[in-house]
């Protein structure tokens, strides 16, 4: 209570940044939850939104993938944003920005200005998740470094799977445009604080922007997701076409990072070869976040038959249980190396969704939602381990750009698993029903046959087999930061003998 009086309340006093490193996580969670909850709490709405605005399946899909996409590409710029507007500056400015697209969202006259509201969201969110990180990263020492990042987490991973339990709920109460609102009192409360405990000051050294770096992104972005959006609806040829051009444009970007003066993304990090590991584990944890708050709804109101508000029920356990686990899991952070941690969660999340992919039409609510719960308890573990196990390797003037790299990754995976996982389920569906088939008819409540249940059930049995063989890979690359992080510590040993010899 007294924590909250000082940052939303009076003034607060001119104490040091240790004493204000509390106030400081508190402020930037309230951003960061007002964010990630409308990366999620937008997807049980998607139907109404469909009836409304007379959407098909590729123009809905943008809506989810619009907000992600614009995430994903405004993290690397997150970094010189800072630099210009200081850390006070970005977060006003930006949770600002994003409030208004709130407004604008729930008031969308039709389809083009609600994607384009929620493309402003995504490039607001990307700005304001990299600040967070680094806010905490830069004000606790390594004691107490990994109980900060448990509660950032809990914004990170804790918005999303209450995302479509609210969203259930208001689209029952309410209408869909409702989904929207619930974001505002986190962006005031985020934006009292902010004003008074986050630093103003400026870098002094500012490098120039690299325009180009950023637009070859934006386009490989927006073409690789509107290829694989053609995929799914069945526009093979063009689709094919599309997502060739933008990994034609994918590859300009890597390229210019590696002749551009001023990169968007400074390879420096990517010799460090824990944090390289730790950001592709960021990918998979993306994947693991994003796409199955996706195909969960989906299969819950296609094969379960589940109502909206039910639907989201469905969530709510696993929210409770993240709720539980992240003190521990940030407490664990701070005892155990970081490896460990990334072990035991990724190999619970490939459990727990090997157990999803064994589900059918009987399975019953308590069960879907204990295996819901069990995926979201490993990410939890993982969370503040996965940002501290990449960070800590970094030297202190890479610690920014780092913070940006693996909240670029953890987005990408989740942009990219999204629409993948998407993907491949609309395939698996189409070869066992021998034709193309409209999984949205499904999610709006239209009854199937016992023929096109049986095929996209076994469709659902194929897509989370291979989501859940994705994390142990995730597994073997956690295993290679093990190898590395003993390395180092044989080599710090035999320096500190050669050291007490000489």
């Known amino acids: 209570m007294w924590t909250a009086v000082r940052i939303f309340g009076m003034p607060m006093p001119h104490d040091d940044a240790r004493s204000r490193r509390w106030p400081l996580a508190l402020t930037v969670l309230m951003g960061t939850i007002a964010v990630v909850l409308n990366a999620t709490v937008v997807n049980v709405a998607i139907p109404p939104i469909m009836a409304d605005f007379g959407l098909n399946q590729a123009g809905a899909q943008w809506i989810s993938t619009g907000f992600l996409a614009a995430m994903t590409a405004a993290m690397l710029a997150s970094a010189r944003v800072i630099e210009r507007l200081g850390q006070r500056g970005t977060f006003a400015t930006a949770l600002s920005v994003f409030l208004v697209a709130c407004v604008i969202a729930a008031a969308s006259p039709n389809a083009a200005v609600l994607i384009a509201a929620r493309v402003i969201q995504g490039a607001t969110a990307g700005i304001i998740q990299p600040l967070a990180l680094v806010v905490i990263f830069q004000s606790f020492d390594d004691a107490e470094r990994g ?12 918005a999303p799977a209450l995302g479509p339990t609210v969203g259930g709920f208001l689209i029952d109460w309410l209408s869909w445009r409702a989904v929207f609102l619930p974001s505002i009192p986190f962006c005031l409360l985020g934006l009292a604080g902010g004003w008074r405990v986050l630093p103003k000051h400026r870098s002094d050294q500012r490098e120039p922007f690299d325009w180009i770096g950023f637009g070859l992104l934006c386009m490989a972005l927006v073409l690789l997701l509107t290829g694989l959006t053609e995929l799914s609806a069945y526009a093979t040829l063009r689709g094919s076409l599309v997502t060739a051009i933008g990994i034609g444009f994918g590859i300009a970007f890597v390229i210019r990072l590696v002749t551009s003066p001023h990169p968007l993304i400074r390879l420096a990090v990517f010799a460090y070869p824990r944090f390289v590991l730790a950001s592709g584990i960021a990918a998979l944890y993306g994947a693991g976040l994003y796409a199955s708050t996706y195909l969960v709804p989906l299969l819950a109101q296609s094969v379960q038959r589940f109502s909206p508000s039910t639907t989201g029920l469905v969530m709510m356990p696993a929210g409770l249980t993240l709720l539980a686990i992240f003190p521990i899991g940030g407490r664990l952070a701070d005892r155990f190396a970081a490896h460990w941690l ?34 979201r308890m490993a990410l939890g573990i993982m969370m503040p381990a996965l940002n501290i196990g990449g960070l800590r390797g970094l030297p202190t003037d890479l610690t920014q750009q780092g913070s940006s790299v693996i909240s670029f990754s953890r987005q990408l995976g989740g942009t990219l698993g999204v629409n993948l996982l998407a993907l491949l389920l609309e395939i698996r569906a189409a070869h066992y029903l021998g034709g193309e088939v409209d999984l949205r008819s499904l999610y709006q409540g239209h009854a199937p046959s016992t023929h096109t249940l049986t095929g996209i059930t076994r469709a659902f049995h194929d897509t989370f087999a291979v989501f859940g063989a994705l994390f142990f890979v995730g597994v073997a690359l956690a295993v290679g930061m093990a190898v590395l992080h003993a390395r180092e510590q044989r080599a710090l040993s035999a320096a500190g003998c050669a050291e007490e010899t000489s």
């Open 147 to 158: 109980r900060a990042l448990g509660l950032y987490g809990m914004g990170v991973v804790l």
């Open 342 to 375: 990334n072990i035991v969660g990724c190999s619970g999340f490939a459990l727990g969704t090997l157990g999803l992919a064994l589900t059918n039409s009987a399975t019953p609510f308590w069960l879907l939602a204990m295996l819901v719960a069990c995926g």
